[in-house]
């Protein structure tokens, strides 16, 4: 797969390129490029599937990408010491059409729309294939358009309907309603369910169960509950998919592949076929590296302290900790001396330089601890809700831990991103089950997520009734399964939870946050080049 499936359309380009250029050498006319019967074969048209994946990997590069629009402006993240694009976590006025942010998920998501409408396109020019070889191809298509266009669909609203190849320079548009967009994306969905296979012997590439499992969470968004724990029950009931056994194995760098993951994006260790890498490993580790005995190692992570848990996040976190292993199985919170020249008095290489954990440690242990190593705890982040210093050091989140980049201080990650997974299909069943009045049952459902987060002997303890399954439930129980996973914001917006959950623990951005701040502004720069920018609307507020 990793072979195959990030081609880019250079093809293409070059085709454009040849087709405008004349030799004195040879005068053959050429009637088409050379570019359109390579795409009628066996390998051109795979080749051209293969391109549609590309852009997915547009969510995680460095710089200016996509994070901060899923981890900040919710109540579960606010920023680190690296101040940079914190305007989304205080819904201030740098939320503004120009912020560049806001280009780089519209700009590759309308390229890898593009490059699953050529596809689309072409499907039927292909000579090489049968229809049904070939529809079991095209539905990757149409599943990855659906997956780009739903997560646009969500931030920006209203959107430019494009499902045509784009052969010529197109200078006008024009934004077709939400219900349009997701009538599209519905029926791209169930044709990619009927026509993609149960599964693909190229791990990552989308399959049925996949496509069942999108129908499901957009179902949820759009509040057809029977839909969504239909197609939440199939993924979970017909397939041999399972959660693991022990959740921390989900985020282990070794096992990309395992039970539980229906569909993830691909990253590489092979740097020819990485390119930009998955860069979220940074945003979430501290300046470890600035303390007693420590120094940046691989292992560690390179140090950017962009998003930190919130109060009520580390709170929730900790309030079960004794009974549900999440926290412990996706969170750092000791470190290991590294560093000769910078170790304490009492400190060797390989005793623990420092702990930071995000609860109250008594006076008496602190003071003993810290005749040791460091010793840090919730009041040293927070007074309070509000954050105090610099939040440069905190608790790790490490679901994007990677010692596998080729070295220390590389930006460029390697691991993949699972995008849908088992755990998920169980929550959406049981939100949707609780809202069409099925408590008993949407019970059964969460209780199996819980009772899998148990520590051993705690499995009863996990265990919720009736009575306790309410939509804030829900949300909190998506915090501590999915948290860290790029839901957040969209579960709130969904649930219309999101300007009350601000309000309740985002000090930040409490006193901004707007109804506006349900739609994220077109980026300018795509209004911009338009020739009717004048009839383009932009969203209320921008």
Same mark, same amino acid.
């Given at each position: 797969?990793?072979?195959?499936?990030?081609?880019?359309?250079?093809?293409?380009?070059?085709?454009?390129?040849?087709?405008?250029?004349?030799?004195?050498?040879?005068?053959?006319?050429?009637?088409?490029?050379?570019?359109?019967?390579?795409?009628?074969?066996?390998?051109?048209?795979?080749?051209?599937?293969?391109?549609?994946?590309?852009?997915?990997?547009?969510?995680? /590069?460095?710089?200016?990408?996509?994070?901060?629009?899923?981890?900040?402006?919710?109540?579960?993240?606010?920023?680190?010491?690296?101040?940079?694009?914190?305007?989304?976590?205080?819904?201030?006025?740098?939320?503004?059409?120009?912020?560049?942010?806001? #280009?780089?998920?519209?700009? /590759?998501?309308?390229?890898?729309?593009?490059?699953?409408?050529?596809?689309?396109?072409?499907?039927?020019?292909?000579?090489?294939?049968?229809?049904?070889?070939?529809?079991?191809?095209?539905?990757?298509?149409?599943?990855?358009?659906?997956?780009?266009?739903?997560?646009?669909?969500?931030?920006?609203?209203?959107?430019?309907? *494009?499902?045509?190849?784009?052969?010529?320079?197109?200078?006008?548009?024009?934004?077709?309603?939400?219900?349009?967009?997701?009538?599209?994306?519905?029926? =791209?969905?169930?044709?990619?369910?009927?026509?993609?296979?149960?599964?693909?012997?190229?791990?990552?590439?989308?399959?049925?169960?996949?496509?069942?499992?999108?129908?499901?969470?957009?179902?949820?968004?759009?509040?057809?509950?029977?839909?969504?724990?239909?197609?939440?029950?199939?993924?979970?009931?017909?397939?041999?998919?399972?959660?693991?056994?022990?959740?921390?194995?989900?985020?282990?760098?070794?096992?990309?592949?395992?039970?539980?993951?229906?569909?993830?994006?691909?990253?590489?260790?092979?740097?020819?076929?990485?390119?930009?890498?998955?860069?979220?490993?940074?945003?979430?580790?501290?300046?470890?590296?600035?303390?007693?005995?420590?120094?940046?190692?691989?292992?560690?992570?390179?140090?950017?302290?962009?998003?930190?848990?919130?109060?009520?996040?580390?709170?929730?976190?900790?309030?079960?900790?004794?009974?549900?292993?999440?926290?412990?199985?996706? #969170?750092?919170?000791? #470190?290991?001396?590294?560093?000769?020249?910078?170790?304490?008095?009492?400190?060797?290489?390989?005793?623990?330089?420092?702990?930071?954990?995000?609860?109250?440690?008594?006076a008496e242990d602190e003071a003993e601890r810290e005749l040791r190593y460091g010793v840090f705890d919730i009041n040293d982040l927070y007074d309070?809700?509000? /954050?105090?210093?610099?939040?440069?050091?905190?608790?790790?989140?490490?679901?994007?831990?990677?010692?596998?980049?080729?070295?220390?201080?590389?930006?460029?990650?390697?691991?993949?991103?699972?995008?849908?997974?088992?755990?998920?299909?169980?929550?959406?069943?049981?939100?949707?089950?609780?809202?069409?009045?099925?408590?008993?049952?949407? *019970?059964?459902?969460?209780?199996?997520?819980?009772?899998?987060?148990?520590?051993?002997?705690?499995?009863?303890?996990?265990?919720?009734? =009736?009575?306790?399954?309410?939509?804030?439930?829900?949300?909190?129980?998506?915090?501590?399964?999915?948290?860290?996973?790029?839901?957040?914001?969209?579960?709130?917006?969904?649930?219309?939870?999101?300007?009350?959950?601000?309000?309740?623990?985002?000090?930040?951005?409490?006193?901004?946050?707007?109804?506006?701040?349900?739609?994220?502004?077109?980026?300018?720069?795509?209004?911009?080049?338009?020739?009717?920018?004048?009839?383009?609307?932009?969203?209320?507020?921008?």
């Open positions: 797969m990793r072979k195959l499936i990030y081609i880019l359309l250079s093809i293409s380009l070059g085709s454009i390129l040849l087709n405008a250029c004349s030799t004195d050498l040879d005068e053959e006319k050429i009637v088409s490029p050379p570019v359109d019967s390579y795409f009628k074969t066996e390998k051109g048209f795979n080749d051209l599937v293969n391109s549609n994946y590309t852009f997915t990997r547009s969510l995680f /590069p460095g710089g200016n990408n996509y994070a901060p629009l899923v981890f900040f402006g919710t109540d579960l993240w606010t920023n680190g010491s690296d101040g940079t694009f914190i305007e989304f976590n205080a819904y201030n006025t740098g939320i503004q059409p120009a912020n560049p942010v806001l #280009w780089n998920l519209w700009a /590759p998501f309308y390229q890898g729309i593009a490059a699953c409408n050529t596809a689309i396109s072409r499907a039927s020019e292909v000579n090489e294939l049968t229809e049904n070889e070939v529809n079991a191809k095209v539905a990757e298509s149409y599943f990855l358009r659906a997956w780009y266009y739903h997560i646009l669909v969500v931030h920006f609203g209203d959107l430019p309907l *494009v499902t045509e190849e784009v052969t010529e320079v197109v200078t006008t548009a024009t934004r077709n309603s939400v219900e349009e967009v997701y009538a599209q994306i519905e029926k =791209d969905l169930l044709f990619a369910e009927q026509y993609l296979p149960a599964t693909q012997s190229d791990f990552g590439r989308v399959t049925k169960p996949a496509a069942q499992a999108l129908l499901a969470r957009v179902y949820l968004t759009l509040e057809q509950n029977d839909k969504a724990a239909a197609y939440a029950k199939k993924v979970i009931n017909d397939y041999d998919f399972a959660l693991l056994e022990d959740f921390s194995r989900l985020w282990d760098v070794d096992n990309r592949v395992n039970s539980e993951v229906i569909w993830s994006i691909q990253f590489s260790q092979d740097e020819r076929l990485n390119g930009d890498g998955n860069a979220y490993f940074l945003y979430f580790t501290p300046r470890y590296d600035l303390q007693p005995g420590m120094t940046r190692a691989l292992e560690n992570d390179r140090p950017w302290p962009r998003f930190v848990a919130t109060r009520y996040y580390f709170d929730l976190l900790a309030s079960n900790r004794d009974i549900d292993s999440r926290f412990a199985k996706s #969170w750092k919170t000791a #470190w290991i001396a590294n560093n000769e020249a910078t170790l304490l008095p009492n400190m060797q290489i390989g005793d623990t330089a420092f702990v930071y954990v995000p609860w109250d440690i008594p309070g809700e509000n /954050p105090i210093g610099s939040r440069e050091l905190f608790p790790q989140m490490r679901k994007y831990k990677d010692p596998l980049r080729s070295s220390i201080n590389s930006g460029v990650g390697t691991k993949n991103v699972i995008e849908i997974r088992l755990a998920e299909m169980y929550l959406i069943a049981a939100e949707a089950l609780m809202k069409d009045g099925n408590i008993a049952e949407g *019970v059964d459902y969460i209780n199996t997520v819980r009772k899998r987060a148990a520590w051993p002997g705690q499995e009863d303890n996990m265990v919720i009734t =009736d009575d306790q399954l309410d939509l804030d439930f829900v949300l909190e129980e998506r915090a501590l399964e999915l948290g860290g996973e790029r839901f957040r914001w969209s579960d709130l917006k969904r649930t219309g939870k999101l300007l009350e959950r601000v309000k309740l623990y985002n000090t930040l951005g409490r006193d901004n946050i707007e109804e506006k701040h349900l739609l994220r502004p077109i980026p300018s720069n795509m209004i911009d080049r338009l020739t009717n920018r004048d009839e383009f609307e932009q969203n209320p507020g921008y």
